[in-house]
Protein backbone atom coordinates (compact mmCIF):
# COMPACT_ATOMS: atom_id res chain seq x y z
CA UNK A 1 0.00 0.00 0.00
CA UNK A 2 3.20 2.26 0.87
CA UNK A 3 4.66 1.86 -2.49
CA UNK A 4 1.06 2.68 -4.32
CA UNK A 5 0.63 5.97 -2.30
CA UNK A 6 4.14 7.16 -2.82
CA UNK A 7 3.72 6.77 -6.95
CA UNK A 8 0.84 9.17 -7.60
CA UNK A 9 2.32 11.39 -5.66
CA UNK A 10 4.88 12.60 -8.31
CA UNK A 11 1.75 12.62 -10.87
CA UNK A 12 -0.45 14.98 -8.72
CA UNK A 13 2.51 17.63 -8.80
CA UNK A 14 3.36 16.98 -12.37
CA UNK A 15 -0.39 18.27 -13.22
CA UNK A 16 -0.52 21.06 -10.65
CA UNK A 17 2.68 22.20 -12.70
CA UNK A 18 1.01 21.70 -15.98
CA UNK A 19 -2.27 24.07 -14.58
CA UNK A 20 -0.06 26.75 -13.35
CA UNK A 21 2.24 26.64 -16.94
CA UNK A 22 -1.19 26.75 -18.63
CA UNK A 23 -2.51 29.56 -16.88
CA UNK A 24 1.31 31.31 -17.19
CA UNK A 25 0.72 31.01 -21.16
CA UNK A 26 -2.58 32.42 -20.87
CA UNK A 27 -1.95 35.52 -18.89
CA UNK A 28 0.94 36.31 -21.38
CA UNK A 29 -0.94 35.69 -24.52
CA UNK A 30 -3.61 38.21 -22.74
CA UNK A 31 -1.32 40.30 -21.91
CA UNK A 32 0.45 40.07 -25.37
CA UNK A 33 -3.43 40.54 -27.09
CA UNK A 34 -3.89 43.85 -24.77
CA UNK A 35 -0.53 45.46 -25.99
CA UNK A 36 -1.26 44.74 -29.72
CA UNK A 37 -4.79 45.47 -29.60
CA UNK A 38 -3.80 49.13 -28.20
CA UNK A 39 -0.63 48.96 -30.78
CA UNK A 40 -3.60 48.47 -33.50
CA UNK A 41 -5.49 51.27 -31.91
CA UNK A 42 -3.04 53.87 -31.50
CA UNK A 43 -1.94 53.22 -35.07
CA UNK A 44 -5.84 53.89 -36.71
CA UNK A 45 -5.96 57.24 -34.56
CA UNK A 46 -2.90 58.52 -35.44
CA UNK A 47 -3.93 57.97 -39.39
CA UNK A 48 -7.31 58.99 -38.52
CA UNK A 49 -5.84 62.34 -36.86
CA UNK A 50 -2.82 63.13 -39.80
CA UNK A 51 -6.35 62.95 -42.41
CA UNK A 52 -8.39 65.23 -40.05
CA UNK A 53 -5.17 67.76 -39.44
CA UNK A 54 -5.25 67.81 -43.73
CA UNK A 55 -8.48 68.79 -44.06
CA UNK A 56 -8.26 71.49 -41.76
CA UNK A 57 -5.58 72.93 -43.36
CA UNK A 58 -7.35 72.55 -46.99
CA UNK A 59 -10.10 74.65 -45.83
CA UNK A 60 -7.93 77.25 -44.49
CA UNK A 61 -8.56 76.51 -40.68
CA UNK A 62 -6.32 76.27 -37.89
CA UNK A 63 -6.57 74.23 -35.09
CA UNK A 64 -3.88 71.84 -32.56
CA UNK A 65 -3.09 68.50 -33.20
CA UNK A 66 -6.57 66.11 -33.48
CA UNK A 67 -6.89 63.86 -30.83
CA UNK A 68 -8.27 61.20 -31.54
CA UNK A 69 -10.12 58.35 -29.97
CA UNK A 70 -11.88 55.03 -31.24
CA UNK A 71 -14.01 53.83 -28.45
CA UNK A 72 -14.84 50.04 -27.78
CA UNK A 73 -12.69 47.75 -26.14
CA UNK A 74 -11.32 45.39 -27.46
CA UNK A 75 -10.04 47.38 -31.09
CA UNK A 76 -9.34 44.61 -32.91
CA UNK A 77 -12.72 42.60 -32.71
CA UNK A 78 -14.51 45.77 -33.89
CA UNK A 79 -11.75 45.65 -37.22
CA UNK A 80 -12.54 42.13 -37.77
CA UNK A 81 -16.60 42.72 -37.34
CA UNK A 82 -16.11 46.04 -39.71
CA UNK A 83 -17.93 47.90 -37.23
CA UNK A 84 -16.87 50.44 -34.91
CA UNK A 85 -18.82 52.25 -31.89
CA UNK A 86 -17.50 55.60 -32.02
CA UNK A 87 -14.78 57.77 -33.42
CA UNK A 88 -13.73 60.83 -30.92
CA UNK A 89 -12.05 64.16 -32.52
CA UNK A 90 -11.24 66.55 -30.75
CA UNK A 91 -9.78 69.79 -32.31
CA UNK A 92 -8.85 72.33 -29.37
CA UNK A 93 -8.37 76.10 -30.58
CA UNK A 94 -10.29 75.93 -34.05
CA UNK A 95 -10.10 78.89 -36.12
CA UNK A 96 -11.03 79.23 -39.13
CA UNK A 97 -12.47 82.42 -41.88
CA UNK A 98 -15.98 83.45 -41.98
CA UNK A 99 -15.48 85.56 -44.89
CA UNK A 100 -15.70 89.20 -45.22
CA UNK A 101 -11.87 89.08 -43.32
CA UNK A 102 -13.21 87.40 -40.25
CA UNK A 103 -12.27 84.73 -38.24
CA UNK A 104 -14.82 82.39 -36.58
CA UNK A 105 -12.93 80.66 -33.31
CA UNK A 106 -13.52 78.08 -31.03
CA UNK A 107 -11.77 77.02 -28.17
CA UNK A 108 -12.68 73.40 -28.85
CA UNK A 109 -14.24 71.54 -31.53
CA UNK A 110 -15.50 67.77 -30.52
CA UNK A 111 -16.47 65.94 -33.46
CA UNK A 112 -18.23 62.67 -32.69
CA UNK A 113 -18.69 59.63 -35.79
CA UNK A 114 -20.75 56.97 -34.92
CA UNK A 115 -21.96 53.58 -36.57
CA UNK A 116 -18.54 53.39 -38.44
CA UNK A 117 -18.66 50.70 -41.43
CA UNK A 118 -15.47 49.67 -42.05
CA UNK A 119 -15.24 45.83 -44.23
CA UNK A 120 -11.72 43.91 -43.61
CA UNK A 121 -11.25 43.85 -47.19
CA UNK A 122 -11.66 47.45 -47.62
CA UNK A 123 -8.93 47.88 -45.10
CA UNK A 124 -6.91 45.47 -46.69
CA UNK A 125 -7.01 46.68 -50.07
CA UNK A 126 -7.74 50.04 -49.95
CA UNK A 127 -10.76 49.83 -52.64
CA UNK A 128 -14.43 50.13 -51.13
CA UNK A 129 -15.84 52.58 -48.92
CA UNK A 130 -16.00 53.60 -45.03
CA UNK A 131 -18.92 55.65 -44.22
CA UNK A 132 -20.22 57.02 -40.56
CA UNK A 133 -23.63 56.40 -40.05
CA UNK A 134 -23.75 59.92 -38.13
CA UNK A 135 -21.22 62.52 -37.09
CA UNK A 136 -21.93 65.36 -35.01
CA UNK A 137 -19.52 68.57 -33.88
CA UNK A 138 -20.00 70.81 -30.89
CA UNK A 139 -18.14 74.17 -30.57
CA UNK A 140 -18.86 77.26 -28.48
CA UNK A 141 -17.80 80.85 -29.89
CA UNK A 142 -16.94 82.87 -27.23
CA UNK A 143 -19.27 85.87 -26.43
CA UNK A 144 -16.01 88.32 -26.75
CA UNK A 145 -15.22 87.01 -29.85
CA UNK A 146 -18.87 86.81 -30.60
CA UNK A 147 -18.49 91.02 -29.64
CA UNK A 148 -15.77 91.29 -31.96
CA UNK A 149 -17.02 89.54 -35.06
CA UNK A 150 -20.26 92.12 -34.49
CA UNK A 151 -17.48 94.89 -34.25
CA UNK A 152 -19.37 98.03 -32.77
CA UNK A 153 -17.65 100.10 -30.27
CA UNK A 154 -18.04 99.27 -26.21
CA UNK A 155 -20.58 96.07 -27.31
CA UNK A 156 -21.18 93.18 -24.82
CA UNK A 157 -23.09 90.04 -25.79
CA UNK A 158 -23.79 87.54 -22.98
CA UNK A 159 -26.67 85.27 -21.86
CA UNK A 160 -29.54 85.63 -19.49
CA UNK A 161 -32.32 83.28 -19.25
CA UNK A 162 -31.24 81.02 -22.16
CA UNK A 163 -31.48 84.53 -24.31
CA UNK A 164 -28.61 86.52 -26.23
CA UNK A 165 -28.54 89.89 -24.77
CA UNK A 166 -26.34 92.54 -26.51
CA UNK A 167 -25.37 96.12 -24.70
CA UNK A 168 -23.55 98.80 -26.14
CA UNK A 169 -23.03 102.80 -25.76
CA UNK A 170 -24.81 105.41 -28.11
CA UNK A 171 -24.66 108.90 -28.14
CA UNK A 172 -27.93 110.88 -28.59
CA UNK A 173 -29.20 114.40 -27.80
CA UNK A 174 -25.62 115.36 -26.72
CA UNK A 175 -25.95 112.40 -24.15
CA UNK A 176 -24.17 108.80 -24.25
CA UNK A 177 -26.68 106.20 -23.56
CA UNK A 178 -26.79 102.66 -22.72
CA UNK A 179 -28.59 100.74 -25.34
CA UNK A 180 -29.80 96.76 -24.86
CA UNK A 181 -31.49 94.11 -26.78
CA UNK A 182 -32.12 90.51 -27.13
CA UNK A 183 -31.16 88.23 -29.86
CA UNK A 184 -33.03 86.33 -32.26
CA UNK A 185 -30.69 83.50 -33.70
CA UNK A 186 -31.65 81.86 -36.91
CA UNK A 187 -29.57 79.40 -39.04
CA UNK A 188 -30.21 79.60 -42.98
CA UNK A 189 -27.71 77.36 -45.30
CA UNK A 190 -24.87 77.40 -42.92
CA UNK A 191 -25.08 81.27 -41.97
CA UNK A 192 -25.80 81.45 -38.24
CA UNK A 193 -28.28 85.04 -38.60
CA UNK A 194 -28.13 87.16 -35.47
CA UNK A 195 -31.13 90.04 -35.16
CA UNK A 196 -31.42 92.30 -32.00
CA UNK A 197 -35.08 92.91 -30.82
CA UNK A 198 -36.70 95.27 -28.27
CA UNK A 199 -33.78 97.25 -28.26
CA UNK A 200 -33.95 100.23 -25.28
CA UNK A 201 -32.31 102.49 -24.21
CA UNK A 202 -32.79 103.60 -20.40
CA UNK A 203 -33.18 107.45 -20.04
CA UNK A 204 -34.27 108.15 -23.58
CA UNK A 205 -37.29 110.26 -24.27
CA UNK A 206 -39.59 107.36 -26.29
CA UNK A 207 -40.25 110.33 -29.33
CA UNK A 208 -40.14 109.03 -32.65
CA UNK A 209 -36.95 110.46 -33.72
CA UNK A 210 -34.96 108.88 -30.62
CA UNK A 211 -37.04 105.66 -31.53
CA UNK A 212 -35.76 105.92 -35.41
CA UNK A 213 -32.38 106.43 -34.04
CA UNK A 214 -32.12 103.24 -31.51
CA UNK A 215 -34.06 100.74 -34.37
CA UNK A 216 -31.59 102.11 -37.01
CA UNK A 217 -28.82 101.46 -33.99
CA UNK A 218 -30.25 98.04 -33.73
CA UNK A 219 -29.86 97.23 -37.56
CA UNK A 220 -26.27 98.14 -37.99
CA UNK A 221 -25.86 95.19 -34.49
CA UNK A 222 -27.17 92.63 -37.24
CA UNK A 223 -24.39 89.73 -38.08
CA UNK A 224 -24.29 87.03 -40.61
CA UNK A 225 -22.15 84.73 -39.30
CA UNK A 226 -21.10 82.36 -41.55
CA UNK A 227 -19.59 79.00 -39.52
CA UNK A 228 -16.14 77.78 -41.93
CA UNK A 229 -16.10 74.89 -43.47
CA UNK A 230 -15.68 72.07 -41.45
CA UNK A 231 -14.28 68.48 -41.78
CA UNK A 232 -16.34 65.31 -42.09
CA UNK A 233 -18.73 67.36 -44.08
CA UNK A 234 -20.22 69.10 -40.89
CA UNK A 235 -23.20 71.60 -41.50
CA UNK A 236 -24.56 73.87 -38.89
CA UNK A 237 -27.57 72.77 -37.84
CA UNK A 238 -28.99 74.99 -34.40
CA UNK A 239 -26.93 77.78 -32.26
CA UNK A 240 -27.76 78.14 -28.62
CA UNK A 241 -26.67 80.89 -26.41
CA UNK A 242 -25.53 79.48 -23.02
CA UNK A 243 -23.05 80.83 -19.86
CA UNK A 244 -20.06 80.06 -21.64
CA UNK A 245 -20.78 81.31 -25.15
CA UNK A 246 -22.62 80.85 -28.11
CA UNK A 247 -23.05 76.87 -28.91
CA UNK A 248 -22.89 75.79 -32.22
CA UNK A 249 -24.32 71.85 -33.15
CA UNK A 250 -23.19 70.40 -36.61
CA UNK A 251 -24.47 67.51 -37.99
CA UNK A 252 -24.06 65.33 -41.10
CA UNK A 253 -25.34 61.97 -42.30
CA UNK A 254 -23.93 58.87 -44.08
CA UNK A 255 -20.20 60.36 -44.63
CA UNK A 256 -17.52 58.73 -46.33
CA UNK A 257 -14.19 58.67 -44.16
CA UNK A 258 -12.40 56.52 -46.94
CA UNK A 259 -11.68 59.78 -49.70
CA UNK A 260 -13.65 63.12 -49.46
CA UNK A 261 -15.24 62.88 -46.09
CA UNK A 262 -12.15 62.36 -44.21
Request: glycine share 10%; charged share 25%; aromatic share 4%.
Amino acid sequence: MADVHESTRPRKRWGRRLLITFLVLLAILAAAFVVADRVAASYAEKEIGDRVARQVSDRGATSEKPDVTVAGVPFLTQVLAGEYQEIKILLKNYSGPAGNGKTVKMPELDIRAKDVTAPLDTIRSGKGDIVAGTVTGTGTIGYADLAELIGREGITISEKDGKLVGSAPVEALGQTFNVSGTATLEVRDGVVQVRFTDVTAQGLPDVPLVRNLIDDYAKNLALDLKVPALPMGLQVQKVEPRSEGLVVTTGASDVPLSSGGL
